[in-house]
């Protein structure tokens, strides 16, 4: 029970951040997609995003707060090394909750505005946790190189974002905005595809563990279904998404959604084969991190409890309001 404790609560910690970048992760991405769209469709994408927004926050909270509760060594080492983006991150997400209520409740002179700080917002916060993740891959070590790494998923993980909110918009809109959604999920392919490709190759470049893990045999071999996987994704969303826009009406959306969110499924798993048994590559191993074995197994029993409830509350959100997004309001 001792050893495995600490890998029931890394393994609840980083279920709880996947989650999170893919719910949040497709809202985020709407938001990066506001400005593309006319006044009345924005309503819409709002609307679409609007009663799920916050299960979909409540999994940073969970895994950051099983990373403060079970992991208190790691918590401080990573939440300072990463004090500036994950500081902005905070800003662009208080931001977007800001802009999300006041832009429904402004009149029309001051709706823009707020319409502009809710893209701006989603920006922020993308491009803060693509630092985060390309600092946490490289082992929290400053460097130019490393610098150069974080910078490059910074700007590649907006377009996975990007790719997520649009494929959900094919779910949750219809008419001119399902067509738009359409033609924005096409030109995210490229972006996401070239991202994702040049983030794996750089990867191994910049962590001697990671490259180590990934390039010596058998296990080359046995990692071959991630990469494969991801190739197989886009080129199937690229086959799909060129159909006629009459023939994707009738498709299951649910179907092109499940496409990048395979994407994140993969990269993860990935990442966890890469850094696993460390909680920081390198430095700290999950059992050196971990609290004393009494408090994880208090803090055990509270888990058991609020990771089901969380659960539920999110898959019963989505279930009462699944169906197509009219425009926001507070009426």
Known sequence: ????????????MGLSLLLYVILDGYDLGVGLLLPLANDEEKDTMIASIGPFWDANETWIVMGIGVLLIAFPRAHGIILTELYVPVTLMLLGLILRGVAFDFRVKAGAAKKAMWNTLFFLGSLIASTAQGWMLGSYVTGLNDSVINSVFSVLIAVSLPALYIMLGATWLLIKTDNALFEKAVGWAKRSLLPAAIGLFLVSIATPLVS?????????????????PIPLSCILVFALLFFILHKPVAQLRQMNAWLLFAGP????????????YSIFPDIIIGRLSIWEAAAHTDSLRFVFYGVAITLPCILAYTVFIYRVFSG???ALSYD
């Open 1 to 12: 029970m001792e050893q495995a404790l600490p890998l029931i609560f890394v393994a609840v």
């Open 324 to 326: 197509k997004a009219e």
């Open 208 to 224: 001697d563990v990671i490259a180590s893990r990934w390039f010596q045999l058998p296990n080359a071999i046995g990692l071959l």
């Open 261 to 272: 969110v395979t994407i994140c499924l993969m990269a993860a798993i990935g990442l966890a």
